[in-house]
């Protein structure tokens, strides 16, 4: 494809079209080359309804073969939105609801994260935190001055600001102040008193402590040791170990620890972190952004009535399955594709034609030849569907980029039309078939690398429900899987007659632990370099160790307290 | 600025004045400010508003170029097609614009070039600082441009999909009309005698030790040049807040808060619910609520404009890639995988350089997505450009909103099919692709109501070559006042569109 793009420049103006047949020409010789773009959707490379390309992304430069733990580079990681509404939360609880937080949404990386270490702060974020901060003091100085400044009803005075500087600025930079910060900030106090009142210059006082950069970056810093690394310090580790496992700030228990030097079991503590409510969210906001499930409920289907009234409840059901299968049960990407439960709503599982299940979202035996796994739960595959038919591109492409890991590909311009559904005149298999490979067709060079995959899904609809055949005619999801690794697309894997074969043939690859783990590292580090995640990889591969371990053990890697001294 | 005393001393009395009468009224000190220096631009020289709409992945380019008479460049119809994505626009083309022969720089050929579209830039990466032709214009003119959106980005955060807007970094567009709304509008209030605010001083002295700290870290950072690069981003942003809190606030020629019935439906629906990432589940990113976020979005652009409570708009209404169903518009399918690409689809006969007429084409791959850039085309004129057009401008009597108003509307590419990214002249001599329209005039700046094709006087097609984008952003941006503005890669203003 690459090829093909760059005959359009060649061929200029006045022949777009005769480019469009050189293009897709050269795409179908010359096998599919990876670039690092978005990846083909159906027609080109849309998600629908706003998340499903998150989830199904490509990996561009992720490293799955490593022979050894690498160390990363440095970075001031600036807090992500949720993290700082998170920790202004944490240090400043029971107000809740009484400050509003404005901050824009925070970028999503490559790989479908919203916690990309280069992110940095724009003059809309710098306003917008400065708002938030805003509106959080004068809330702490104000109606709830009593539980933060109780010093200010008798003794408004600069001791009591003080006091108040050296509690909440230790929280805030998660250390202790030095003393050029103490004075900077007990100055700006001094000079604001004078302009105004106490309440409104230690408000002030607040919003700078909020908004500044020692407050709104996690530094991964370190200082250079003996040995020209740099070695984070017990304090920057605390950060790492409570955002990374736990979405805020360090506790004052974990802050005390960092104080004393000496932060101990850091995997144990990591494991804490993650037993608590908010350490679970952040390990299913892993797969929220791997997957990309969570755009389900954004989305229509207008053939399907009931289908809105459940999409909401897809992402619980996707959710309470992680919580139990890797959380509760400690699974591992093979019980996470292959477990033979899910965990609907009573309106769900009746829209699935499921049992009911004890109560919305208990576990429940899916019936059987109706799927197994995650990815033949609704909020999957109706967000890797179109909205008026499955899709078997956008199915099988997840399997090839965020299990095989495979790098973007490049969409050709002029990606050619699949026909609208013809219910009872052909599958959309037929379509698809028709429209990739299929007679004068071009698109074969990529899509025999991804689509047979997706024919495996081919007995769920776009909105997840199994049918038995397609408008009255026959179902066929059976098909070889296409060794991902192979651009030409000639050499296959292992065959497969519908989605359960295909998924329990799956897991006994070896890369897409290699791949899962390095999506893991991604996310908990904040960056794609090379094997700094890997360690765990030979147990997950063993089936030693779950998903939810193998994250609680990124703690231990190398990586995480020691970093190469330049970026 | 004025440097005579006595036109000093006038502006002053009658800032006091309308400032006092404002206060009276119950309005709270910043409204009241608005309005009292609105009283100035009154009687001057009309305030210009600028408004930039965005639409989603390109057009069908048969059904929307414009059908020219001959040679002559202000003959020419925009509903000649049976759907003409233009065609709304036919009764008010006297102040309409459509551009020919533009092109956006850099090679990126699909979506993700919407991050280069509007500021000039070759870059097509994610983290280089570029500046988009609203925020140029809005920083010439002294004032924050209102960037708004409706679902304008994934729910779980913004890929570059969602980046069309900048301003150094990637601005995420406001995606509720409600809180546009009440931020522009809201300030009233019964209290006569407000309280001392001692927070605009404050502010200021904060932000400048904030700075200081910011620079403080970057200098601590020697041999980290990734770092040192953020904070350096992060320290110019934090100088530019402060360069906005220095200044005033933009001018309103409104004395009430005006009525936006559909603000008020969305107020209803959304209570409670603020916008945040909560795993796609909110009201504001939702499909089904995406009709009437735009509706209501636009309704806020077009009373602000006529009351220029904000003198430059952005609005977004979706994502480059978004899905969204178009079934609410009439022509179901998905917006982008189920309509844009629809395949050249040429009826039988037709040759990859035949002209791009209607009859080239099939009507069932084509009229779909056609119909629903007619939406959004609608979207505008029905809820903006008409109403502008027939709405005396209040802060300048005798003129319409729209003789004071600048629109451009653009999509990031050409083709929807193929990504086109610049107006090529196709076979036999027809210009086409990049939607890229003005409407309005200005304050009288805009020689409107023609086709701008570029260029102009070259005979051979073979020798031809498109203009940069960019050259139209410098002449809006000349147009709207901003003498000093540039953009990378322009080429010159565009004569034939300035007076």
Known sequence: MSGGLGARAAVGDGGRRLLVLLATGLASAAGCQGAISSPPGDTGTGNRGGGGQSGAGGSPNLTVACSKPDLGTPALRLLTRSEIVNTLNDIFPGISGQWASTLPASNVSAFGFDNDSSATVGKQFASALMDTAQSLATVVTGSAAGT???????????????????????????????????????????????????TSALKWMLVG????????????????????????????????????????????????????????????????LQSTARGQDVFRRFFQGYLGYTAVSSI?????????????????????????????????????????????????ARFYGFPAPASDFASVARPAGRGVGILAQGSFL????????????????????????????????????????????????????????????????????????????????????????EGGLPINSADAFPDPSDASASRTLFSF??????????????????????????????????????????????????????????????????????? | ???????????????????????????????????????????????????LFYMPHGVAPEHYDPRVVGDDLTNFRLDDTNVSILGGLEPYKQYVNVYQGFQYPGAAATHSGIVNCLSGSMATDTTTPRTTVEQVIAKALGVKALV????????????????????????????????????????????PQPPVDFDVQLRQDLLKLTASEVDGLKSTLGGLTREQSQLATHLDSVQRVLADASGGPSVSACTGKPNLPTVEMVRTASAGIVVEPSGGNDYFYQEKNFPILLQAQLEVVTQAIICNAAQVIALMPMYATCDFDFG?????????????????????????????????????????????????????????????????????????????????????????????????????????????????????????????????????????????????YLSMARAMGAANATFPGTTGVLPQVLT
């Open chain 1, 148 to 198: 933060f400044v109780p010093c200010a009803a008798s003794s408004p005075n600069r001791t009591c600001a003080e006091q108040f500087l050296n509690q909440y600025g230790r929280r805030l930079f998660r250390r202790p102040l030095t003393t050029a910060e103490h004075d900077r900030y007990l100055a700006f106090f001094d000079a604001s008193v004078a302009k105004s009142n106490f």
């Open chain 1, 209 to 272: 402590l909020v908004q500044s950069p020692n407050a709104v970056y996690r530094s991964e810093i370190g200082a250079v040791g003996s040995d020209r690394l740099r070695h984070l310090t017990p304090h920057e580790q605390a950060s790492a170990l409570a955002y990374t496992f736990s979405g805020s700030t360090p506790s004052e228990e974990l802050l005390a620890r960092a104080d004393s030097g000496d932060l101990g079991d850091v995997v144990g503590i990591a494991r804490d």
């Open chain 1, 300 to 348: 229509q289907k207008p053939n399907l009535p009931d289908f809105s009234a459940v999409s909401g409840d897809m992402i619980r059901e996707t959710d309470a399955f992680i919580t139990d299968v890797l959380i509760g049960n400690r699974g591992g990407l093979k019980e996470l594709l292959t477990a033979p439960t899910t965990n609907p709503s009573a309106a769900l």
């Open chain 1, 382 to 469: 109706a967000t890797h569907a179109s909205s008026d038919s499955s899709s078997p591109t956008k199915r099988g492409l997840f399997p090839f980029f965020r299990l095989f890991c495979q790098p973007k590909l490049e969409p050709p311009p002029n990606v050619p039309q699949i026909s609208q559904p013809m219910p009872g005149q052909k599958t959309t298999r037929q379509r698809y078939e028709q429209a990739h490979v299929g007679s004068g067709a071009n698109c074969g060079g990529c899509h025999r690398r991804f689509d047979p995959i997706g024919f495996a899904f081919e007995h769920f609809d776009e909105g997840g429900r199994f049918r038995d055949n």
């Open chain 1, 497 to 567: 007659t519908g989605q359960e074969d295909m998924v329990t043939s799956l897991v006994d690859q070896p890369v897409i632990q290699q791949c899962i783990a390095a999506y893991m590292a991604a996310y908990a580090f904040g960056t794609g370099e090379a094997c700094i995640g890997a360690s765990q990889v030979p147990a997950l591969q063993a089936g030693t160790i779950g998903l939810a371990d193998a994250f609680i053990q990124l703690a231990a890697e190398p990586h995480f307290k020691t970093r190469n001294p330049t970026d």
């Open chain 2, 1 to 51: 600025m004025p440097t005579n005393p006595r036109l000093i001393r006038a502006i002053r009395t009658i800032k006091r004045r309308v400032f006092l009468k404002a206060i009276a009224a119950g309005l709270a000190a910043p409204a009241a400010f608005r309005l009292a220096r609105s009283a100035t631009a009154a009687g001057g020289t009309p305030p210009k508003r600028f408004f």
């Open chain 2, 148 to 191: 708004l959106g409706a679902c304008s980005h994934l729910p779980f955060g913004m890929d570059a999909n969602g980046m069309l807007f900048w301003d150094g970094t990637a601005i995420d567009p406001q995606k509720s009309p409600v809180k546009a709304a009440d931020t522009l509008f809201g300030a009233v209030s019964t209290d």
């Open chain 2, 328 to 472: 609410f518009a009439g022509t179901p399918g998905a917006h982008h995988n189920g309509l844009s690409h629809t395949g050249p689809q040429w009826s039988p006969g037709a040759m990859y350089n035949s002209p791009i007429t209607v009859d080239n084409f099939t009507a069932a791959g084509r009229e779909p997505f056609a119909k629903a850039q007619r939406w959004f085309a609608d979207q505008l004129v029905n809820n903006v450009v008409r109403v502008l057009a027939t709405t005396d401008d209040p802060a300048a009597p005798g003129t319409k909103v729209l003789d004071n108003t600048l629109i451009y509307w653009m999509s990031e590419i050409g083709d929807g099919q193929n990504h086109t990214r610049l107006s090529e002249v196709e076979y036999p001599q027809v210009p086409t692709s990049l939607p890229l329209v003005t409407i309005g005039k200005a304050g009288g700046a805009m020689k409107t109501g023609q086709v701008v094709r570029f260029p102009l006087d070259v005979p051979e097609k073979a020798s031809l070559v498109n203009r940069p984008a960019a050259d139209i």
